[in-house]
């Protein structure tokens, strides 16, 4: 035998038996790994630490945010950062004296809504710069609607039904597509003086009943004209006040929401 079949014998020899190792050496560059379905490639260190964090603060959020972002619903100071919030339900300062959102003190709304609050903004912000739009509550889920419904048993359904809708039917809070707000002062924690507060069960505080009000001198040509002020720019947001309570706003009626989206349970 040649001295070059002797060499040729013994490279495909050790090829045959390291073929196991050659092939074990073989590395698919990470950008070229399919992802499986709902999962991402992390292709490095400083990846895999950013997912983490968006992981961890998924695992911080409340139950209750998180059951507003699985609805679809956005965070409205995420759509406009210069709307104010203060979530009256996060706090005992309520008509019913009771957190009803625990740990959760942000408003949420259908996107669509959303975006509607935010023009109402600038139209505010066009007449006075100086102020802002201050939001007490949005979407809000029919099992703290039914507990609001019930802490008013004592009051006829008639009547009941003017300031708390019935969770049966569902409310437009339900839909994401309500909203309970007032206008103040960016720099101040005061809001403007509407004449009855926010959730207040009397008739001064119905918008229908603004002129008798006015004509007795229990609601002020201010005071009205602050309510006023604020229908004003939620027109100009596409929103309607009912006739029973000056902070409430609608985007649609209960028919249309009930159509375009699901009730938030």
């Given at each position: 035998?040649?001295?070059?079949?002797?060499l040729?014998f013994?490279?495909?020899l050790?090829?045959?038996?390291?073929?196991e190792e050659?092939?074990?050496?073989?590395?698919?560059?990470?950008?070229k790994v399919?992802?499986?379905?709902?999962?991402?490639?992390?292709?490095?260190d400083?990846?895999?630490?950013?997912d983490?964090?968006?992981i961890d603060?998924?695992?911080?959020?409340?139950?209750?945010?998180k059951?507003?972002?699985?609805?679809?619903?956005v965070?409205i100071?995420s759509v406009?950062s210069?709307?104010?919030?203060?979530?009256?339900?996060?706090?005992?300062?309520?008509?019913?004296?009771?957190?009803?959102?625990?740990?959760y003190h942000?408003?949420?709304?259908q996107?669509?809504?959303?975006e509607?609050l935010?023009?109402?903004?600038?139209?505010?912000q066009?007449?006075?710069?100086s102020?802002?739009?201050?939001?007490?509550?949005?979407?809000?889920?029919?099992?703290?609607?039914?507990?609001?419904?019930?802490?008013?048993?004592?009051?006829?359904?008639?009547?009941?039904?003017?300031?708390v809708?019935?969770p049966?039917?569902?409310?437009?809070?339900?839909?994401?597509?309500?909203?309970?707000?007032?206008?103040k002062?960016?720099?101040s924690?005061?809001?403007?003086d509407?004449g009855?507060?926010?959730?207040?069960?009397?008739?001064?505080a119905?918008?229908?009943?603004?002129?008798q009000?006015?004509?007795?001198?229990d609601?002020?040509p201010?005071?009205?004209?602050?309510?006023?002020?604020?229908?004003?720019?939620?027109?100009?947001g596409?929103?309607?006040v009912?006739?029973?309570?000056?902070?409430h706003?609608?985007?649609?009626?209960?028919?249309?929401?009930?159509?375009?989206?699901?009730?938030?349970?």
């Open positions: 035998m040649s001295n070059k079949c002797i040729l013994i490279l495909l050790l090829f045959a038996c390291n073929g050659v092939q074990e050496s073989i590395k698919i560059p990470i950008d399919p992802a499986l379905e709902g999962q991402e490639v992390w292709g490095n400083s990846s895999f630490e950013k983490q964090e968006i603060t998924v695992q911080e959020i409340s139950a209750l945010e059951k507003m972002l699985a609805a679809g619903l965070d100071q406009d210069t709307i104010q919030v203060d979530v009256k339900y996060a706090t005992t300062d309520n008509f019913m004296g009771q957190v009803l959102y625990p740990d942000k408003v949420y709304l996107p669509v809504v959303a509607r935010s023009l109402a903004q600038k139209a505010l066009k007449i006075d710069s102020l802002t739009l201050l939001v007490f509550d949005g979407t809000r889920p029919r099992s703290v609607q039914q507990a609001m419904w019930d802490a008013l048993d004592t009051i006829p359904f008639n009547d009941r039904i003017k300031f809708s019935n049966a039917n569902g409310s437009i809070h339900n839909y994401g597509c309500a909203v309970d707000l007032t206008i002062n960016k720099n924690d005061q809001w403007f509407m009855a507060g926010y959730d207040d069960l009397r008739k001064i119905y918008p229908r009943h603004e002129e009000f006015l004509a007795s001198g609601l002020t201010h005071q009205v004209q602050n309510r006023k002020l604020l229908r004003q720019v939620m027109r100009a596409g929103f309607w009912i006739q029973t309570e000056w902070w706003f609608n985007a649609f009626s209960r028919k249309k929401a009930a159509e375009m989206f699901d009730i938030v349970e």
